[in-house]
Nanobody, 124 residues
Framework: QVQLVESGGGLVQAGGSLRLSCAAS????????MGWFRQAPGKEREFVSA????????NYADSVKGRFTISRDNAKSTVYLQMNSLKPEDTAVYYC?????????????????WGQGTQVTVAS
């Protein structure tokens, strides 16, 4: 049974930082490309960041570029999202996701597995 479990969310003041983690089990983690998505209340889910199987290639939404950093530790089957300079508009539930294919990193429908999400709230 595949499980993706996010942690690290919480309440933070604008300008602050959080580090999200997503621990994977039940799959060959190093074979999966990983992504982070988010969904704010009343809005559609949106792509945030993605990383390839080796960690050598990363991608970011324009809205988070320069502030967020994605990384992975294949030995720990975990992907991270370091979020700095947080803004109130970053408030959302953040989801990690895993997919085997290497293309379409920004397309949520191409991901095979999803976590349950972790809430991030940025106060102004």
């Amino acid at each position: 049974q595949v499980q993706l479990v996010e942690s690290g969310g919480g309440l933070v003041q604008a300008g602050g930082s959080l580090r999200l983690s997503c621990a994977a089990s039940g799959l060959s983690f190093s074979s999966y490309n990983m992504g982070w998505f988010r969904q704010a209340p009343g809005k559609e889910r949106e792509f945030v960041s993605a990383i390839d199987t080796s960690g050598g290639s990363t991608n970011y939404a324009d809205s988070v570029k320069g502030r967020f950093t994605i990384s992975r530790d294949n030995a720990k089957s975990t992907v991270y999202l370091q979020m700095n300079s947080l803004k109130p508009e970053d408030t959302a539930v953040y989801y990690c996701a895993a997919k085997l294919n290497p293309w379409g990193y920004y397309v949520g429908g191409l991901y095979n597995y999803w976590g349950q999400g972790t809430q991030v709230t940025v106060a102004s």
